[in-house]
């Protein structure tokens, strides 16, 4: 059951409030602050929540089986450390948490390895 929400509109100037007071902040008029219901808002489905998340596309169940797998293709870091550590380079799009002590030269790494791409591909679109 969806819980409605109430909010608290000033009658002279229209400010609105999470809570009701006696004197409105925007116009400073006294009592003129009455509260409103809101209707609640439509269930969305979940589908439609997630739509164009991430690129995302309209979620349907489906079996393993029939998920195709395919190698993603990953570009070289220019370090083969790295690129040893990543799984065997950068996948596109991914996200990579860089953990370490300070002063272990995570910055310095990035540096060099973000100098390296840029003199690789371009680095904008
Ligand atoms: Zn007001």
Redesign the pocket.
Known sequence: MAKTKRAYV??????DYPRWQGQ??????WN??TEVRLAASPTVARTEKYAGYAGATEAKVQTLAAIDLQEVPRFTSGFKELDRVLGGGIVPGAAILIGGNPGAGKSTLLLQTMCWLASQMPTCM
Not at 10 to 15: L, P, R
Not at 24 to 29: E, R, Y
Request: hydrophobic share 30%; aromatic share 0%.
């Open positions: 000033c009658n002279d100037c229209g400010a409105c902040s925007a116009c400073g008029a003129t602050i």
